[in-house]
């Protein structure tokens, strides 16, 4: 079955999907004697037993990349996926918009040749300072929005059309103005909500308080978690690491939301 497009939760009206859920849980839990929590599938509310039943679930199964599910007694993309198999959840394999494939082709072929700072912890080196520079900001700065700039503007030169990409080094200021550029913006409780809106060549956007924030590419997409091209970090996943790193990213870290150029 499908994922609906959407976090069932306590209230669903769809009794469809509540009793599909209720017979994969009973069947999943398998529960017997004074632990007993069988659900009544042709009882269409989700209510107070059938949440505890999913907590339960997600207590005692792992998502399928083997990581910890949310306790939350909620379903969302993850949890469905761990019921029904991951080909339930969306994936995005490939970007639909021909401009942003070039985008992430040029981003990727940086994370290939294994783009690192010089020396290492400096926000310097020949590639990290020309991506500075093209989005207007001197040397020896974060450089996470810069290069996804440089992507965009190598992408644009290439092809012989303008830059769509608002110009700045800022993730936080992408993010407000990207829609002066035609941009798109999706927040990032309706990414969750629907992970099947969130398309390769999209750009993620993470804030950190204080105007402190971390950017990079949505390369695809398998359900709740997306595989990321970004820069100025590293395998532990921060936003001040040293290199361009492919990486695989849950769709939930990602607190602001995502950018979308296709069609601009």
Same mark, same amino acid.
């Given at each position: 079955?499908?994922?609906?497009?959407?976090?069932?939760?306590? $209230?669903?009206? /769809?009794?469809?999907?509540?009793?599909? @859920?209720?017979?994969? &849980?009973? #069947?999943?839990?398998? &529960?017997?004697?004074? !632990?007993?929590?069988? @659900?009544?599938?042709?009882?269409?509310?989700?209510?107070?037993?059938? #949440?505890? +039943?999913?907590?339960?679930?997600?207590?005692?199964?792992? *998502? *399928?990349?083997?990581?910890?599910? #949310?306790?939350? %007694? !909620?379903?969302?993309?993850?949890?469905?996926?761990?019921?029904? $198999?991951? !080909? %339930?959840?969306?994936?995005?394999?490939? +970007?639909? /918009?021909?401009? &942003?494939? =070039?985008?992430?082709?040029?981003?990727?072929?940086?994370?290939?040749? %294994?783009?690192?700072?010089?020396?290492?912890? =400096?926000?310097?080196?020949? !590639?990290? /300072?020309?991506?500075?520079?093209?989005? $207007?900001?001197?040397?020896g700065l974060a450089w996470c929005c810069a290069f996804t700039y440089w992507c965009f503007d190598e992408a644009a030169q290439q092809a012989g059309r303008a830059n769509p990409m608002f110009k700045t080094a800022g993730c936080l200021a992408h993010w407000q103005n990207a829609p002066s550029r035609g941009a798109r913006r999706l927040l990032a409780r309706d990414a969750v909500a629907d992970p099947g809106r969130v398309l390769p060549g999209a750009v993620f956007i993470m804030d950190f308080g204080g105007g402190l924030g971390h950017t990079g590419f949505v390369e695809r997409i398998e359900g709740g978690y997306i595989h990321t091209i970004e820069g100025n970090t590293d395998a532990s996943q921060g936003r001040e690491g040293g290199g361009v790193y492919r990486l695989q990213r849950k769709l939930a870290s990602i607190n602001k939301g995502f950018i979308d150029y296709g069609g601009v």
């Open positions: 079955m499908k994922y609906p497009g959407r976090v069932i939760k306590m $209230g669903e009206a /769809d009794a469809r999907i509540v009793k599909a @859920l209720k017979t994969a &849980l009973n #069947k999943a839990l398998v &529960l017997r004697g004074g !632990e007993a929590l069988a @659900l009544d599938p042709d009882n269409p509310r989700f209510g107070p037993n059938m #949440k505890q +039943a999913v907590q339960l679930f997600q207590a005692r199964h792992l *998502d *399928d990349q083997g990581q910890p599910l #949310k306790i939350d %007694g !909620e379903v969302g993309s993850l949890t469905w996926a761990a019921l029904f $198999g991951a !080909e %339930g959840v969306p994936q995005h394999q490939d +970007a639909a /918009d021909p401009f &942003l494939a =070039s985008v992430l082709a040029v981003a990727g072929a940086q994370a290939d040749a %294994g783009v690192r700072e010089q020396p290492r912890n =400096s926000n310097r080196g020949p !590639e990290v /300072d020309a991506y500075l520079r093209r989005a $207007g900001v001197r040397p």
